[in-house]
């Protein structure tokens, strides 16, 4: 089970910080790869980042890398996203998922999603 929080508010402006935080019970979150999505309104739902088992290597795709960071707390069994510098075109659902690694296209290998948490980004 994979659950995602947000840490703080929701609401931020341009430019603002955010940290989402995926947490489980009952699964090894360190033994497993941890995926973040998000979907804006009327676009398709769309990878964002991965963090790999074992050794922990992460991925970004292109419009968040250098502003978001995904790291992995394993005595806490939780997985977090710290998203900077957040942009209006940022704003959408996001959701956590678990699979077996972060291989392209990760959607189709996740065996488990959360609900989602909005991020909404407004001045």
């Known amino acids: 089970r994979c659950s995602c929080r947000r840490l703080g508010g929701g609401l931020v402006q341009p430019g603002g910080s955010l940290r989402l935080s995926c947490a489980a019970s009952?699964?090894?979150?360190?033994?497993?790869?941890i995926a973040w999505f998000r979907q804006a309104p009327g676009k398709e739902r769309e990878e964002v980042s991965c963090?790999?088992?074992?050794?922990?290597?992460?991925t970004y795709v292109d419009p968040v890398q250098g502003r978001f960071t995904i790291s992995r707390d394993n005595a806490a069994n939780a997985v977090y996203l710290r998203m900077n510098n957040l942009k209006p075109v940022d704003a959408a659902v996001y959701y956590c998922?678990?699979?077996?690694?972060?291989?392209?296209?990760?959607?189709?290998?996740?065996?488990?999603w959360g609900k989602g948490t909005q991020v909404t980004v407004s001045s």
């Open positions: 998922a678990i699979g077996a690694n972060c291989i392209r296209p990760i959607e189709y290998g996740m065996e488990y």
């Open positions: 009952g699964i090894r979150l360190d033994y497993n790869a």
């Open positions: 963090i790999s088992p074992g050794n922990g290597r992460t």
